[in-house]
Each structure stands twice: as structure tokens, then as C-alpha cells.
């Protein structure tokens, strides 16, 4: 997924009031060296010349797990958001009525994403991915084709692109990693989640799902009533009996054992035992996105009791369709408002470690480590005293920089 330019092969070393390696202690007045677009160095700051970052601090580079970038030029997030069948509709109108190219949104999304310290994002990708090509100054990216469809024609067509998706990826294109999303359990025929999952199998690709989304998608699935079915009679697509009656999550989370790598996107309504068989599926890790959670209202978040079991948690930022921004620091800063118990080096790991072992690249992303890709973030740091983590989490921090491979993204105002 390496595209370095030449500037990447220039030596570099940057200095910062405090580095965050994630799998050791801050480093206060530390340094990072990079050779060849790779870390060769971390620890203290070394005698000799050396970009100092002053009042900064440089962490990995975040990863967004979870992104539609087709609607990044959203200027607020779409209307009403319940119930959920009416916030579908404002997408569908949205789509509909789109002002410029999906290219253009998704070009945004991507510049948005740098400037808030993202260098690597797991994106559902529908249109637009045909007309834009990624560059040396684009994060890397996980691109899930989205699979959906309910009738026969739908289904056959779905599945005629999951095979070429597979070819694609077979292909080897350097920036770009592919994946399969087949949709939800209400968008999707079963058998095209059969046959997706197939694919990706043997194709070794990873899957990304939504699913435990909303209380309307548990009634679809349990009773076959409810207004997603209401929606998608509308839509002239909804067949009686595809799944049987009492049918629940874990029929659908059951078959993922059997692909590389999955993500169960959001997980909102998750219960004890699908949770605890997660756990024992150490491949499979939710996509937990704070601020849609509560833009849609609802329930409480089962993430920390995820956590306490042993399931692997990430974070995502949903698209601008359901969030005011594409910035993940601020779904960190958004659950060390709410939830000031949890420390700061947890938040830390979800959008680091924890995303990076989600996307299978934990070996070469997600920590500060000698030999690793030099993916970096920098962070301008608040006014805040103390602890280094005290500091991190204080308002007026913020993130200014990232690098991928050691190639910036967007400059630190330093240099």
C-alpha cells in the first residue's frame, strides 16, 4: 500500500514536547527518525540537528475504520434522523440531487481526513472511485465494494461485481487494499451474503458489514415486519421469507468466522452472547461511530462491556451524512467528555492499535516503532499541565499534521 516519492527517501528527523508510541510510555522531548519512508528511531531527543515541532506532540497516524466519503460535501448531517427509514429516504433524495461529482466529494473527504491526522481509512465505497486517482498526498485506504440488492436481477449483478472487485485486488495495485461490504441484513439477499463471503474467503479479502445498527433491523430480522420492511415494499424490493421467523444477529455474524478479516460496523444493539462469541473471533472487530450513535439517539453503546470481554473496538466516523465532520479526533474528544473514566491511552488505542489490528496492518501501522511505515500524526498541545496524557486530552489540542510513509500529508504550521 507504499506509493513513496523521492522526498520520502530524504532522512528526517522531528523532534516533539511529547511522543506517543502507544505500545510504551510517552516520551517527553522525544524524537522520531525516518529512513526510506520507515521509522528508524524512537526515543529521546539525540544530540544534532533536528526538526523541533515545539509545543507538539507526534502520535501514529489515526486510522478511520469506518467512512462514506461520496458525502463528504454535506454541510450538516441529513434530516430527520428517526426515525431511521425517513433518514434513509433524505439519502436516497440526497443522492438524487447530488451538487458535483462523487470524485469531488470523495477528493474532499480524503483532504479532510489528512488534516485531522487520518492516514489510513476503511472506506464503503459506491461511485466515484472510477474517476479519481490516489496520490502520494492521499491516506491509504481499505476500499469495501458495497454490495446490496434483494431481488434475483440485483443479486446476480452484485455478485458479477464482488468476482471483478476479487480480480481487481488480485491485480496489485499499491495504494489501494479492496474489500467486500455487503450492505445490512435488510439490504442484502442471503444468498448474496453467502456468495460475498465466499469471495472474500478465496479471494482473501476482508468484509465489512452494518449490522446491529438499529431496533428496526432486529424487528425485520425477528418478525419480518417493521418500517424497514414498510421502506423497502416501497421500494419494490422487499420478498417475504428470506429470513425465518425468530431469525437474530448472530445468523448473520455466524458466517463470518469463515473470512481473512471482518468488521461489524456499529454493533449499537450487540447482546451478552453474540458479544461473547466476538470474542472468540479474534478477526472480527466492531466499528463503533460515537457521534452518529448520537445523532440517531440511540441506546447506550455496549463498547466498553465489548472491551471488558475482549472483542477489539475501533472507531469510525460514519460520513458527514450523520456527523458535522470527518475529524476522528473529535469522536476521541467526544467519549473523553462522556466518559471521563476511560483513560486517555484507550481512546488513544481505538483509532490507533486497536484499527490497525482491525485492518490486518498492525505489523507495519498503528504504532510508533522502529522498522514500522512512518505514518504520523501531530498534534498542536493545549494548555494543558501535567501528565502527558492530561495534556493530550486537553481542549485546545488539536491535530496540525500527518505523514504516510513519510510523505506529509498536510505540513505542520512548524515547518
Known sequence: MDRPDDASMEPLRLQARWLFPVAAEPIENGEVGIVGGRIDYVGPARPGAATDLGNCAILPGLINAHTHLEFSTITSPLEPARPFASWIGSVVQWRRQRQGTAAEAIQAGLDESARSGVTTLAEIATTGWEDLTLATSDAAVFRFQELLGLTDEAVATQIDMAEAIAEQAASGESHVQYGLSPHTPFTVHPQLYRRSLEIARDANLPVAIHLAET?????????????????????????????????????????????????????????????????????????????????????????????????NVTLGTDSRASNPDLNLWNEVRFLADRYPDVPTATLLGLVTRSAASALGIEADRGTLAEGKAADLAVFRLGDGVGDPWTVLRSPGTEPVGAMRSGCWLTLPPAL
Request: glycine share 10%; proline share 8%.
Open 215 to 311: 431496533t428496526e433491523e432486529l424487528q425485520l430480522l425477528s418478525e419480518g415486519t417493521g418500517p424497514l420492511v414498510e421502506m423497502l415494499r416501497r421500494f419494490g424490493v422487499w420478498q417475504e421469507g428470506l429470513n425465518p421467523p425468530g431469525s437474530r444477529l448472530l445468523d448473520w455474524l455466524r458466517p463470518l468466522a469463515d473470512v481473512p478479516r471482518a468488521l461489524v460496523v456499529h454493533g449499537n444493539y450487540l447482546q451478552a452472547d453474540e458479544m461473547d462469541w466476538l470474542a472468540g473471533q479474534p478477526h472480527i472487530s466492531v466499528v463503533y461511530c460515537p457521534r452518529t450513535h448520537a445523532f440517531f439517539g440511540h441506546n447506550e453503546h455496549p463498547w466498553r462491556e465489548m472491551l471488558a470481554r475482549g472483542v
